[in-house]
């Protein structure tokens, strides 16, 4: 299956070039899915969408995921409202928990992944939220997949366990657990599937302005800490040439831009997607506007791949290898613990699981080699 996550600044375009990514795709006859974490997708293709997905056209269908609603909750919100009512809590509060900010957003993934799993479609293409916000969930789901064990160890069966179920009536908490265990792993998966980068990748969208540029280098960065493989980035809304002299001094700024933010985020791939007379919407829009933006490439190729995470061993060393782009040494904070390394990059952190042969090395060093973070330990202090 080809996943295709689309984000960017607000306003730049992003709905309306994964709408149209996934209805270019589907014309090629491969089964695809557009879903939407958020609203957008419904204007772009011109037709009401729920959370259930509606056939489009051949070999397409959309989505856009919903808050959980009372006559159809969903896996979160039900889950919590069994773990209030086995622990005797008010039952109401589950509600108001579940539609606090982020939560809700947990019950539109786990909508994304029952989709993602149910093995119906060939290819997925996701319009996510705005970046920052779209950094949040994924980072989040990095998260979920680390804590998995942690929250929720499998949970071995005792000799008393039949004794305990026969006092008691019910299996109970055992199953709140059990549940609480199967949403988390849905994330967790979730999680390698978004991160798989021959499958998977991140297409970012921004303006022809050169105040988008640092935005974008910056998702790019925590997009590469966290492994999510980036492809492309798309420059949407330039002027054609043929505007009139009124506005021939913004197609100058914009055809700089252009070219500064090329070279900048190279080697990643930036697409130009021009200006279109009107607002796109419906699929005959949608099919132009790809035309225009994938010219003769397949929309769901994998247009760039950067190097992927390793470790590797020499000499009793081991060193981990990670690809950050326009990130420097100083902007890195790196804390060893016993059987972990977190890297911190701003606001962000990643916690790295190290494999128990580098667990017992008490050195650790760091260096770049040109985009590369090599983090090595050794037996030297």
Known sequence: MR??????????????????????????????????????????????????????????????????????????????RDLFAWRDMDGTLADDIAALPGLVDLARLLALEEHIDSGGFDAVVIDCPALRHALDLLAALDAAARSLDRMFPPRQPTVLDPFLRALSGSTGGDDVYEV?????????????????????????????????????????????????????????????????????????????ALGYIGGSLAPLPVLPVPLQPRDVSGLPDL??????????????????????QAFSSKDGDYVLSLALPFVRHEDLVIERLDDALIVHLGERSRTFDLPPEVRDLDGVSSAFDGDTLRVTFSHQP
């Open 287 to 308: 099919a132009a506007l790809a035309r225009l933006a994938y010219q003769e490439a397949d929309p769901a190729a994998v247009l760039y791949q950067a190097p992927a």
């Open 3 to 80: 996943i295709i996550v689309f984000t960017g600044r607000g306003g730049a375009g992003v709905s309306t070039l994964a709408a149209a990514t996934a209805a270019a795709i589907a014309d090629g006859g491969r089964r695809t899915l557009a879903f939407g974490v958020g609203p957008g997708l419904a204007a772009a293709f011109a037709a009401p969408l729920h959370h259930r997905p509606t056939p489009l056209a051949a070999d397409l269908w959309a989505a856009e995921a919903a808050p959980d609603r009372h006559d159809d909750p969903g896996p979160f919100l039900a889950w919590l």
């Open 180 to 256: 609480g265990r199967d949403l988390l792993f849905r994330l967790a998966r979730l999680r390698g599937a978004l991160a798989d980068p021959e499958s998977a990748s991140v297409r970012l969208v921004l303006t022809p302005d050169r105040r988008s540029l640092p935005e974008t280098q910056g998702a790019v960065a925590v997009l590469s800490l966290f492994t999510y493989p980036v492809e492309a980035a798309f420059c949407s809304r330039l002027l054609p040439e043929d505007t009139g002299s009124w506005f021939e001094d913004r197609r100058r700024d914009q055809k700089a």
